[in-house]
């Protein structure tokens, strides 16, 4: 009998122990997840690419009266553009004259004339007045990259666009001056894309 009792309070022991380690965990939540946090910055620049497609140099002798009195057609330039912003294109000359190799002599940068050609320069892109007939206009003088010194602008209001646009430019000269000495004229005509 002491057995059976001895027994009796062992279960009941056992029974009370259970429901009170029960009684812990009601209401309690389980820990099912857990997290950590990564901090991302995406820094945007804006961008303008510009790739010279067709820029190569031009170079065209004056050999006969009429090539003197009406001028040279001097080649095309071809230039591709894509922006995240507008843009305009400006075109300058790097310097003020074409400069005689071995010196002794300059013509006047003015005397070169430019003629525009949108390919595919987006909804809004236009010509400067001027530039979209031949022979075109002379262009300015580049001292810089802004665009009170990047020389003239000749295309204007281009749209953002991740796609390239493309334009021409057509160049050639007026009447040679009479009496410049003969030999050959350099300079640079710098193409500049400034976002709006």
């Keep these: 009998m002491k057995q059976l009792i001895l027994t009796a309070l062992i279960a009941v022991a056992g029974v009370s122990a259970a429901n009170a380690q029960a009684g812990q965990c009601t209401g309690c939540t389980a820990n099912t997840y857990d997290y950590c946090t990564t901090h991302v910055t995406v820094s945007l620049a804006n961008v303008l690419e510009m790739h010279c497609d067709n ?15 009406g001028g040279l057609s001097l080649g095309e330039s071809t230039f591709s553009i894509a922006s995240t912003k507008a843009f305009d294109i400006w075109s300058g000359t790097i310097g003020a004259n074409l400069t005689r190799v071995g010196g002794g002599g300059s013509i006047p940068a003015s005397l070169l004339k430019e003629q525009v050609t949108l390919n595919n320069m987006g909804v809004g892109s236009s010509i400067v007045s001027g530039f979209s007939a031949a022979p075109g206009l002379s262009v300015g003088q580049r001292t810089g990259n802004t665009t009170a010194t990047a020389g003239t602008k000749i295309i204007q209001n281009c749209p953002a666009s991740l796609l390239t646009h493309q334009a021409k430019v057509k160049l050639s000269t007026g009447p040679i001056p009479v009496g410049t000495p003969n030999g050959d004229y350099n300079i640079d005509v710098v193409y500049v894309a400034i976002q709006q």
């Design 55 to 69: 820029c190569n140099d031009m170079q065209v002798c004056a050999n006969t009266i009429a090539d003197w009195a």
